[in-house]
Nanobody, 114 residues
Framework: VQLQASGGGLVQAGGSLRLSCAPSGMISGIRVMGWYRQAAGSQRDLVAS???????NYADSVKGRFTISSDSRQNTCYLQMDNLTPEDTAVYYCKFNTAWGHIWGQGTQVTVSS
């Protein structure tokens, strides 16, 4: 099973994007769904996560602007990103932690122009 991330693109500062992450097949035992990002020359950092579909955590830099959500029936995770700034430019990755290990999705590029 692979994770397929989509929704990235080029947007002006102040704009919005919605990222989606869905598995390519059946998956069970998901405990945590999360989004990470990696800017050029930087490490990969956690942006937001949701535990058991309810408990949500955000990096301080995105609080109040980004919203993580999930669809338990389709095992899909979303990241609504509003009021984007050039500092949000990065490759965004989704990650699922399951009872049997973790799965990374391929990255999706988000570029915010000033």
């Amino acid at each position: 099973v692979q994770l397929q991330a989509s929704g990235g693109g080029l947007v002006q500062a102040g704009g919005s994007l919605r990222l989606s992450c869905a598995p390519s097949g059946m998956i069970s035992g998901i405990r945590v769904m999360g989004w990470y990002r990696q800017a050029a020359g930087s490490q990969r950092d956690l942006v937001a996560s949701v535990v058991a579909g309810r408990h949500k955590n955000y990096a301080d830099s995105v609080k109040g602007r980004f919203t993580i959500s999930s669809d338990s029936r389709q095992n899909t995770c979303y990241l609504q990103m509003d009021n984007l700034t050039p500092e949000d430019t990065a490759v965004y990755y989704c990650k699922f932690n399951t009872a049997w290990g973790h799965i990374w999705g391929q990255g999706t590029q988000v570029t915010v122009s000033s």
